[in-house]
């Protein structure tokens, strides 16, 4: 695809107001251009640091700096830079990740109304784009395979090459943010701040939450409850290592790098700002 389709892309979504950041794309073959290669647990998905060395608060609507940025492309590769679309407060993403996302909601009683909607890299993946009258924060694992993204996160957006060589595509065709809807009442509710997960304070306990195996259905809670005690209890250092292992050894099947990260980084969060209050 032509860095001229990425840059009509980016500039479309900058003049309805939402801020872009360049993510570093997909590399030939799999993996990312990066300098973790294959080994990057978030290939075509993480932001270029060196060009947004502040993250998401580097997004940007400024069309000089988005016609910088997409002019040149990633050098290993040639590529151009994947989109980062940062979501602003009037809107919210429901993330799911496969066909599994949802049949989850539909286990709930839950449809999605229709609306803006992009198909990501991952088969039957979805993003569905709504409007809101008073901001959805983001939250993980809302159900199994569906993430709500909304104000301090971002999106994947159309033309990005996904790492299995696919690109997110708009199902309209182009960007059209006269389809998007108004977020359904439900979605509110389903986004609300979980309570912290439970934790055993007895250690002769822990072996049985560390204890597997752990099935689809039950990875996610599961995941949130070891993360908090790992998190709580060990450095970070030595908490993430652990985290992994257990999910590895545990799960049936293991959860992907990238979920179990987005669990594990929710509960880091939740434990930071926990000893920042106790102090």
């Not at 990633?74 to 993403?93: D, I, K, Q």
């Not at 799911?96 to 049949?103: K, N, R, S, T």
């Not at 108004?182 to 701040?193: D, T």
């Not at 590895?248 to 980084?265: F, I, S, Y």
Request: charged share 20%; hydrophobic share 45%; with cysteine.
């Amino acid at each position: 695809m032509s860095p001229g389709a990425y840059l009509a892309a980016v500039l479309d979504l900058a003049a309805f107001g939402v801020a872009v950041l360049p993510l570093w794309p997909a590399a030939p073959g799999g993996g990312c251009s990066c300098s973790r290669g294959v080994a990057c647990d978030s290939p075509g998905k993480h932001p270029a640091a060196f060009l947004t060395p502040s993250g998401l608060k580097d997004a940007t609507r400024d069309p000089e700096t988005l016609r910088r940025w997409w002019a040149s492309p990633e050098r290993r590769t040639g590529r151009s830079w994947n989109v980062g679309a940062v979501v602003p407060p009037w809107l919210a993403a429901v993330d799911m990740d496969g066909p599994e996302g949802l049949a989850a909601l539909h286990a709930e009683g839950l449809s999605l109304p229709a609306t803006l909607t992009a198909e990501t890299g991952r088969p039957g993946g979805l993003h569905c784009w709504y409007r809101t009258e008073r901001p959805i924060p983001p939250a993980v694992g809302v159900l199994a395979h569906v993430d709500v993204r909304g104000p301090g996160s971002y999106l994947v957006a159309p033309p990005s090459l996904h790492a299995s060589g696919r690109r997110y595509q708009w199902r309209a065709g182009s960007f059209d943010p006269e389809l998007i809807a108004p977020a359904p009442s439900w979605l509110h509710e389903l986004a609300r701040p979980a309570a912290a997960p439970s934790i055993p304070t007895d250690p002769d306990r822990w072996g049985e939450l560390l204890a597997g195996p752990v099935v689809e259905g039950a990875r996610n809670a599961t995941a949130a409850r070891v993360a908090g005690l790992c998190f709580r209890c060990l450095p970070a250092a030595a908490a993430w290592p652990l985290l992994e292992a257990w999910n590895a050894t545990a799960c049936k099947p293991p959860l992907r790098d990238d979920e179990l990260g987005r669990v594990a980084a929710s509960i880091a969060a939740r434990e930071l700002a926990r000893r920042g209050g106790a102090r």
